[in-house]
Every structure is written in structure tokens, then in C-alpha cells.
């Protein structure tokens, strides 16, 4: 992951505001692969679910 610079971080949060998410979507992947895989290892019908409600940021669920 790569460092950011409090300048970059400064444009961002005059761009779109205060507060926002920055993510890594390929680490995301590859994380929520490997609790799916490790609950798959045993568990045959296995699906990971969200809840909106509780923690609502959407573009979570399009990755």
C-alpha cells in the first residue's frame, strides 16, 4: 500500500468532502476471498451477507 501524502489527502477532502473512504478494492477482494474460502473449507453453502443498515456504504456490495 502506498503512502499518502497529507496534501493528497487535503485535495480529497476539498473534492468530495468530509468524511470519506479511501480503500484498496483489490485487498478488499482478496480479503473477503479468503474468509469465504475459509468458511467453505467446512461449511458447504456458504455466503457472505451485509447489512445497509449498520454500515451503509454501497459501493462495498458492487465490488
Same mark, same amino acid.
Given at each position: 500500500? %502506498? ?5 493528497v489527502? +487535503?485535495?480529497?477532502? %476539498?473534492? !468530495?468532502?468530509? /468524511? !470519506?473512504?479511501?480503500?484498496? *478494492?483489490? +485487498? ?5 476471498? #479468503? !474468509?469465504?474460502?475459509?468458511?467453505? $473449507?467446512?461449511? +458447504? +453453502? &456458504? @455466503?457472505?451477507?451485509? #447489512?445497509? $443498515? *449498520?454500515?451503509? &456504504? /454501497? @459501493?462495498?456490495?458492487?465490488?
Open positions: 500500500m %502506498e503512502k499518502i501524502d497529507y496534501n489527502l +487535503k485535495r480529497l477532502d %476539498e473534492q !468530495f468532502g468530509s /468524511p !470519506f473512504y479511501i480503500m484498496d *478494492t483489490n +485487498k478488499y477482494r482478496l480479503n473477503l476471498n #479468503s !474468509f469465504l474460502d475459509a468458511f467453505r $473449507k467446512r461449511y +458447504k +453453502k &456458504v @455466503i457472505a451477507g451485509y #447489512s445497509f $443498515k *449498520t454500515n451503509y &456504504v /454501497p @459501493i462495498l456490495c458492487k465490488i
